[in-house]
Nanobody, 121 residues
């Protein structure tokens, strides 16, 4: 019913920046909250941020506050994650995910394919 396509991953030096994109398509794509998660091998998946359907509420995990910014382009049904000041320990696969109406709904979650972000000199 909903498809998510990610883009924008790659290699960046410590302190550098990347912007990830998550494009949603399908029925009522504009009614979904979009979250960002990241996971490294052998580590638990970590929630990074989430934006509500109307963009009236945006949450960030404490470790990225002031460095990461989430925004939404309603015309394109695309959510962006701007990442600044990246650190080597943030080398992870980044996933976007969609939940209908609200970030906290766990009944159904749609996932993007993941984007590899490598922070290294």
């Amino acid at each position: 019913q909903l498809q998510l396509v990610e883009s924008g991953g790659g290699l960046v030096q410590p302190g550098g920046s990347l912007r990830l994109s998550c494009a949603a398509s399908g029925n009522n794509a504009d009614y979904y909250a979009i979250g960002w998660f990241r996971q490294a091998p052998g580590k638990e998946r970590e929630g990074v941020s989430c934006i509500s359907p109307g963009s009236t509420r945006i949450n960030y995990t404490d470790s990225v506050k002031g460095r990461f910014t989430v925004s939404r382009d309603n015309a394109k049904n695309t959510v962006y994650l701007q990442m600044n000041g990246l650190e080597p320990e943030e080398t992870d696969v980044y996933y976007c995910a969609a939940r209908f109406d609200a970030c906290w709904r766990a009944e159904k979650t749609y996932w993007g394919q993941g984007s590899q972000v490598a922070v290294s000199s």
